[in-house]
């Protein structure tokens, strides 16, 4: 069983920061990647940023410039440094983990964390 447990989400005026943590445990095999989705009220769930096993990262335009996806693969980690945040930022925040499963690709999921930018 995998498990994975976002925290640093919360409330932040626009232009603020905040950074949010996924920790993976349990039986992993592999990590693929790890990377972070979100999901505004009445939009369907959209990629922010990833990073792969070998450090490639690859982000939304709407957010380059701004997060920084990292991790440290010795905690099987991964973080979103959110800067310059913007009230269209406000979702609710979900890690992703791709690995193998039973010899087939499989992504376990977190249970989100919200994040609200006030304007």
Known sequence: Q????????GLVQAGGSLRLS???SGRIS????????RQAPGKQRELVAVITSGGSTNY???????FTVSRDSAKNTVYLQMNSLK???TAVYYCK??????????????????VTVSS
């Open 2 to 9: 995998v498990q994975l447990v976002e925290s640093g989400g």
């Open 22 to 24: 996924c920790a993976a």
């Open 30 to 37: 592999s990590i693929n990647a790890m990377g972070w989705y």
């Open 60 to 66: 939304a335009n709407s957010v380059k410039g701004r």
């Open 87 to 89: 009230p269209e930022d």
């Open 97 to 114: 983990l791709d690995s193998i499963r039973f010899g087939a690709p499989f992504d376990y999921w977190g249970q989100g964390t919200q």
